[in-house]
Antibody
């Protein structure tokens, strides 16, 4: 069964960093691009970043470009999101999602990140 | 960026009836549009991709149509489990963008 499980969320102070992980199982992780998307009650769903199956290309939303970095370890079937210089407006539930022909077809349950002093 | 506007924000429908949800794009996204269903505390679930193709395991009562800038999700013979939030998302242009969602509630 295809499964994505995010972890690493929590409460962090403004300006600090946090690293999220997404563990994949039930499919060949190294064959798929992977996305991070976040959701807030106010702004809804916001696409953040995509990494190609082999890590060779990465794309970012302007809102996180230069602050967030996506990466992956195909030997461990794991996706990462390094978040730096966090702001209150980064408070959200963060989802990882599998890419299949440009469609985000499988999503994890999400991990909550709260940026607060 | 491509703005997706969903309407209505809330739709109240009785079980057994049909529901029609709309998604309008600020510029053409061809047929590169998906619909998701989301229930509270859960991840989005892919319903429709390519504007009209049902994802694996999705019941036939869910159907999508449209191309360019106007899209529709129709749910016929509503079941209790269909009452949820529905989002559209385009994957034609960068950045990928989502609609703000429609809440489908029981009348």
């Amino acid at each position: 069964q295809v499964h994505l499980v995010e972890s690493g969320g929590g409460v962090v102070q403004p300006g600090r960093s946090l690293r999220l992980s997404c563990a994949a199982s039930g499919f060949t992780f190294s064959r798929h691009g992977m996305h991070w998307v976040r959701q807030t009650p106010g702004k809804g769903l916001e696409w953040l970043t995509l990494i190609w199956f082999d890590g060779s290309n990465k794309y970012y939303a302007d809102s996180v470009k230069g602050r967030f970095t996506i990466s992956r370890d195909n030997s461990k079937d794991t996706l990462f999101l390094e978040m730096n210089s966090l702001r209150a407006e980064d408070t959200a539930v963060y989802f990882c999602a599998r890419d299949r022909a440009a469609v985000l077809d499988i999503w994890g349950q999400g991990t909550l990140v709260t940026v607060s002093s | 960026e491509t703005v997706l506007t969903q309407s209505p924000a809330t739709l109240s429908v009785s079980p057994g009836e049909s529901a029609t949800l709309s998604c309008r794009a600020s510029q053409s996204v061809s047929s590169n549009l998906v619909w998701y269903q989301q229930k509270p505390g859960q991840a989005p679930r892919l319903l429709i991709y390519g504007a009209s193709t049902r994802a694996s395991g999705i019941p036939a009562r869910f159907s999508g149509s449209g191309s360019g800038t106007e899209f529709t999700l129709t749910i016929s013979s509503l079941q209790s489990e269909d009452f949820a939030f529905y989002f559209c998302q385009q994957y034609n242009n960068w950045p990928r963008t989502f609609g703000q969602g429609t809440k489908l509630e029981i009348k």
